[in-house]
């Protein structure tokens, strides 16, 4: 079945470093990509999404990569703040038949001022 | 637009009681989605509809748990004779129903088994 991997449970950073999970999926096609943020006491929150090879999805500063050759949608983000601690989830969507959604283990970042 | 709306937000229960969790889609949405939520184990889907049709219940525990849209405005994941394994967080997420569309979510039911 499909899977998404995420390589790092958990990141920690000074304010002002540059972020990047690893994303990897294994899919048939060409399965839309998503990242997801949460913060403590919500449900994960969409933040973009690609749904072509070498498609780039971007927001509030992160942008990830579609990459199918690699099967990877990397997240990164130039200079990370401390209000970007949270955990944040890597996901696919199959586009044939049934659209259920996977989600990776997610990451755990830690900004620290 | 309110969001999906989920209640309650903490549930507290015995071993062995029943628990009914409730979902509000955001509205027009035709898909709805639930997530058991854990440390452990992350983000683990449970179930979907789409159009208030069943379409995929592979990672519903086959005993004890069910899950329902009698209509478009809400949903309910039923868990029955409640064990402490059942305590998680319960999300659940909405969806305009199209191929790979994004899911919203709910703020989520912390179910807490005693």
């Known amino acids: 079945g499909d899977s998404v991997t995420q390589t790092e449970g958990q990141v920690a950073l000074s304010e002002e470093d540059f972020l990047t999970i690893h994303c990897n999926y294994s899919?048939?096609?060409?399965?839309?990509l998503f990242w997801y943020v949460q913060y403590p006491g919500e449900g994960p929150q969409f933040l973009f999404r690609?749904?072509?090879?070498?498609e780039k999805g971007s927001s509030r500063g992160f942008e990830a990569t579609y990459n199918k050759e690699a099967t990877s949608f990397h997240l990164q983000k130039a200079s990370v703040q401390e209000s970007d601690s949270a955990v944040y989830y890597c996901?696919?969507?199959?586009?044939?038949?049934?659209?259920?959604?996977?989600f990776g283990a997610g990451t755990r970042l830690k900004v620290i001022a | 637009n309110a969001g999906v709306i989920q209640t309650p937000r903490h549930k507290v229960t015995g071993k062995g009681q029943e628990a009914t969790l409730w979902c509000e889609p955001i509205?027009?949405?035709?898909?709805v989605f639930w997530y058991r939520q854990t440390i452990v184990q992350g983000l683990e889907f449970l179930t979907y509809f789409r159009n208030q049709a069943p379409i995929d219940d592979s990672g519903m525990p086959k005993e004890r748990f069910s899950a329902q849209m009698p209509n478009q405005s809400h949903s309910t994941l039923k868990i029955q004779s409640t064990q402490p394994q059942d305590s998680a967080v319960y999300l659940c997420?909405?969806?305009?129903?199209?191929?790979?569309?994004?899911?919203?979510f709910g703020s989520g039911t912390r179910l807490t088994v005693l």
């Open positions: 509205s027009g949405h035709s898909a």
């Open positions: 997420a909405s969806s305009q129903g199209t191929s790979a569309e994004t899911l919203y």
């Open positions: 690609a749904s072509r090879d070498k």
């Open positions: 899919a048939s096609g060409y399965p839309a």
């Open positions: 996901a696919l969507s199959g586009n044939t038949g049934n659209y259920k959604y996977v």
